[in-house]
């Protein structure tokens, strides 16, 4: 019915870059241009937030802590989702997500994430 595969995480030293990307599938998402698409992250005894969103219309918007480093970006025709992450800090270091926005199902489905440590 529905699938999320988030990849690209991984380990990187403060100040460096990763590239997550997120392949949706399913018949819920045959409309995907239609959805405002979204990344999730979730640190350590942390509640999961919300990091950026981009409408169907490429409109995005990005949390106060990720403003400027991150880029989120959208591919229709192969129905994925991009992150571009620049400049990471520490407290970067989460298990990122993506879904829609709000997540599907009031948050009843997540994929299973990609882990980005950074660390020197």
């Known amino acids: 019915q529905v699938q999320l595969v988030e990849s690209g995480g991984g380990l990187v030293q403060p100040g460096g870059s990763l590239r997550l990307s997120c392949a949706a599938s399913?018949?819920?998402?045959?409309?995907?241009?239609?959805?405002?698409m979204g990344w999730y992250r979730q640190a350590p005894g942390q509640q999961r937030e919300k990091v950026a969103a981009?409408?169907?219309?490429?409109?995005?918007n990005y949390a106060d802590s990720v403003k400027g480093r991150f880029t989120i970006s959208r591919d229709n025709a192969n129905k994925t989702v991009h992150l571009q992450m620049n400049s990471l800090k520490f407290e970067d270091t989460a298990v990122y997500f993506c879904?829609?926005?709000?997540?599907?199902?009031?948050?009843?489905?997540w994929g299973q994430g990609t882990r980005v440590t950074v660390s020197s």
């Open positions: 399913g018949s819920i998402f045959r409309g995907f241009r239609g959805n405002t």
């Open positions: 981009i409408t169907s219309f490429g409109h995005t």
């Open positions: 879904n829609t926005s709000p997540p599907l199902f009031k948050g009843g489905y």
